[in-house]
């Protein structure tokens, strides 16, 4: 290894969360926020949230994700690794979530983003770019929800990789 020369870790790389509209119930905002400030102890983290089409009953789903889709790809960096939580994803238990970042982390990557779309889901675009497409559940939740438990898991993940209490 040559001098000055410091190889990615999961410490050093930041993860990012995208989400499609802001979280209206402070109670789940609360909850999240709790975590983002417990996983920031562990990784540089950051969040965006880029704006919720409305949704009269007549326009067309399609008409509704590509305009959030196309907001959401101009703020992932270039070279991000990008998750995008999707029902028909991958499934993996809270210590397949913690190898998973712990393999990003090793290829390099200096920004791992996770993606979360509105109530109709996220647009094909998202789909396409997202190199992994991984699921919380088969079950659809509220996207404030999807939050919640994303970070939550984020968080179990570092302490998993740091070997600490937390999960049992």
Known sequence: MSAGFLPYTVDSMRIALLTVGQAKDAALRQAADGYVKR??????????????????????????????????????PDHAYVVALDVGGQSVDSEGLS???????????????????????????????????FSLSRMTYPHEMARLILLEQLYRAFTIMRGEKYHK
């Open 39 to 76: 996983l920031s102890r562990y990784t540089p983290f950051s969040e965006q949230h880029v704006l919720e089409e409305k949704a009269p009953k007549k326009r067309p789903v399609a008409k509704i994700l590509e305009p959030e889709g196309e907001r959401l790809i101009r703020t992932i």
């Open 99 to 133: 190898r998973k970042i712990e393999e990003v982390a090793a290829r390099s990557v200096s920004t791992l983003v996770f993606t979360i779309g509105g109530p109709f889901g996220l647009s094909d675009a998202i789909l396409k770019r997202a190199d992994w497409r």
